[in-house]
């Protein structure tokens, strides 16, 4: 007998941890549903706390009672045989009836929560932020038509504005998820959804694909940078602009010399080798006239980087460019510079990527990165 009491006390020793790893590994999470910063989150996570609440709720009742019941009414010796309760019509009825209306319950703030969020439900306002959000493989392009200008992994919008968002992908199946500030829609081929949120608060927000697209599903992240009004007025006259010609016979000249004979097929730069920014919802779209989306001169397969050196993350967030370590006289830059690394050997840094790109020389690198790092 003390054998099995020391088993039994290990079990349950054993089982406290396992839950409490559990429940740590939610900790210090920087992308949580339950920190919200906008209304389409917060009537989402009102509708988790709902569900949580009443589970919670019918799992303590209906442990309680089978608890009570093993306790109270478990056989002793010389115990009479139970009084059998089969057919009881009132039982019957409350354990059909309490179901039925907690379901119903849960129906409601369900219903209540779609209608809440649906793209129906988006307010009107003439200062609406509209966007086109693509997914490749493993990467989201954002294309601002009123603009006309196209980044790629840093989403801008302004504070407090409605925000609708275009979801179009020519591949596989993505999901675009911002948890502070808005929930999945999935991004279909051939079925553009769209969705709206706004956000409460100037700050960086991640964003993630929620559906699983591939080898790098799990390196396709971007940032919603959220802004002050001329903070993002400012961003988009800067958009704008074309690149930048660097100084002749620099090294960042180097960099665009080569950036002309080896990335133009799959890169675009306003100046260099593209005269406007490419919607790609539109290029890529098979049921447009004229598109092809396996034409990569109609459909660029890699990011514009007009103004690259002005992004915080590197090949769908699988890296940051840290500008600062990225002095191309530095001996150290292969070592700690991001885009230097990336650059190097794509495939190594995030295997399956469309980069093809050859061998490059030190050298060459050093220019590239002078090059890109200076597209402000």
């Known amino acids: 007998m003390p054998v099995f009491r020391r088993t039994k006390r290990w079990l349950v020793l054993l089982t406290i941890l396992l839950m409490s790893s559990i429940f740590l590994t939610a900790c210090n999470e920087p992308a949580s549903i339950l920190n919200t910063q906008g209304p389409v989150a917060s009537d989402e996570t009102y509708l988790f706390w709902v569900i949580l609440v009443v589970a919670s709720i019918v799992f303590v009742v209906v442990e309680g009672i089978l608890l ?39 129906l409601f703030f369900t219903i209540r929560g779609v209608l809440q969020v649906a793209p129906e439900a988006e307010p009107a306002s003439a200062n609406t932020v509209e966007v086109t959000a693509v997914g490749h493989q493993w990467w989201w392009e954002f294309h601002y038509d009123k603009y006309n200008i196209t980044t790629a992994d840093s989403l801008h919008v302004p504070v407090g504005t409605d925000i609708h968002v275009n979801l179009f992908s020519n591949n596989v199946i993505h999901s675009f998820w911002v948890p502070q500030l808005t929930g999945k829609t999935d991004v279909i081929p051939g079925h553009n959804n769209t969705k709206w949120f706004i956000a409460n608060k100037v700050g960086t927000y991640i964003g993630e ?59 675009g730069i306003i100046g260099v080798d593209a005269t406007k920014y490419v919607n790609t919802a539109v290029v890529c779209n098979d049921a ?89």
């Open 68 to 106: 009570f019941a093993i306790f109270r009414y478990r056989e002793r010796p010389g115990m009479p045989n139970p009084r059998q309760i089969h057919g009881n019509m009132k039982l019957e009825l409350a354990w059909t009836a309490v179901p039925t209306v907690v379901l119903f319950i849960v």
């Open 288 to 376: 447009l006239p004229g598109s092809s989306p396996n034409n990569t001169t109609n459909c660029p397969l890699g990011p514009n980087l007009t103004h690259f050196g002005s992004r915080d993350l590197i090949a769908g967030g699988v890296l940051t460019n840290n500008k600062d370590q990225c002095n191309p006289n530095s001996p150290d830059l292969m070592q700690t510079c991001n885009l230097a690394k990336w650059l190097q050997d794509p495939q190594a840094v995030k295997p399956g990527n469309d980069m093809a790109i050859g061998q490059l020389s030190n050298d060459q690198i050093k220019s590239l990165v002078a090059y890109l790092e200076s597209l402000q």
């Open 209 to 267: 694909c929620a559906e699983y697209c591939g080898t790098q599903h799990a390196n396709m992240r971007f940032n919603v940078i959220v802004e002050t009004p001329d903070q993002f007025q400012t961003w988009i006259s800067a958009q704008q602009k074309a690149a930048v010609a660097p100084a002749p016979g620099s090294l960042a000249a180097q960099g665009q010399a080569l950036f002309k004979q080896q990335c133009t097929t799959c890169h």
